[in-house]
């Protein structure tokens, strides 16, 4: 009853969520229409944290429903956080082919739908290795530290798209138009097809889909090995990842220290997975731990703002 009720609620939410902001056509979202956005899946994913609080507490008792309590909270945190990254990375995209504004929704649905796609077929393949293999844990764990300790070494560097394999091989290997053609991502030119810039975006962001899946996953593992807790707490972060986008891309450099602090909560919760044989962290621990990195990660954005950047002009020659 509770996956058929929760696909149910994820169906609609999306439905409402497509047809509700692209009202009036492709446009460009403000600040104020992305808070409320943000504000409303957020308000949604408590909601739902609360009702199933109450289910399992009434099924289960107390105890039982304080801790799947906790576990969704927990990973919805770890996992809004996580998805703050790729909205950086979105940013830099966008930036880098100087995307029109009117198009960035289609490719945030895009990566929206592509995210909880692939979220959920890594889910279950996920819990299907735990049950078998409990030394996967293990793997996840030096996983999420590695992973924190690159993200610590590279927090603070400008990517160099140019250098990017896939990037280079579509440059090599398509022809590519030197500008937009509206919603286009191909056109027909001299008999031959031609690939815009808005599907070298595409394709890249279906790339980046992929890769903080792989490092997400681990991550709410060890918050909880309940796949209903897991990919509940992962779609409802994800849901509001279009709006976040929105609500961030003008005040992403008052943040330059969080890439720091989601560093700091990989390395967090790596630990944690590989001291689970030792000593089990209490799921309320966790939760404050993480709370606390990126709280600070953002009072300390504010305290010391970023320097000033050289202005750059942006690209768009794929």
Do not use: C
């Not at 590279?154 to 509206?182: C, E, F, I, Q, V």
Request: proline residues 3%.
């Amino acid at each position: 009853m509770l996956w058929g009720a929760f696909v149910a609620f994820v169906v609609v939410a999306l439905l409402v969520d497509l047809v509700l902001m692209r009202h009036g056509g492709p446009h460009k979202v403000t600040f104020k229409e992305a808070a409320w956005w943000s504000v409303g899946w957020i308000g949604l994913a408590l909601a739902f944290n609360a009702g199933l609080w109450w289910w399992v507490t009434q099924q289960s008792g107390a105890e039982i429903g304080n801790r799947i309590g906790l576990e969704f909270l927990t990973g919805y945190l770890v996992e809004k956080s996580l998805a703050v990254d790729n909205i950086f990375v979105f940013l830099m995209l966008f930036s880098y082919f100087a995307m029109p504004e009117e198009q960035r929704q289609r490719v945030l649905v895009i990566g929206v739908l592509g995210a909880i796609a692939l979220r959920a077929i890594l889910i279950f393949a996920g819990a299907l290795l735990l049950a078998k293999f409990h030394w996967i844990l293990y793997v996840f764990g030096v996983f999420l530290v590695v992973t924190g300790i690159k993200m610590l070494l590279a927090a603070g560097k400008a990517p160099d798209l140019d250098s990017n394999p896939l990037l280079k091989w579509m440059r090599s290997h398509l022809r590519l138009t030197d500008g937009y053609h509206g919603a286009a991502i191909s056109i027909q030119r001299d008999g031959q097809r031609w690939y815009t810039p808005l599907f070298v975006v595409i394709v890249l962001i279906g790339v980046t889909d992929v890769i903080f899946a792989v490092d997400s996953i681990p991550a709410i593992f060890a918050i909880t090995e309940d796949p209903f807790i897991v990919l509940t707490s992962n779609v409802f972060a994800v849901l509001g990842l279009r709006a976040m986008f929105f609500l961030l891309q003008g005040m992403a450099d008052r943040f330059h220290l969080l890439p720091y602090g989601l560093a700091l909560v990989l390395v967090f919760i790596g630990t944690k997975m590989l001291l689970i044989d030792v000593y089990k962290v209490p799921i309320l621990v966790s939760l404050l731990g993480v709370a606390a990195i990126i709280g600070a990660a953002i009072a300390l954005s504010l305290l010391r703002p970023a320097p000033a950047k050289t202005d750059s002009s942006d690209s768009t020659e794929v």
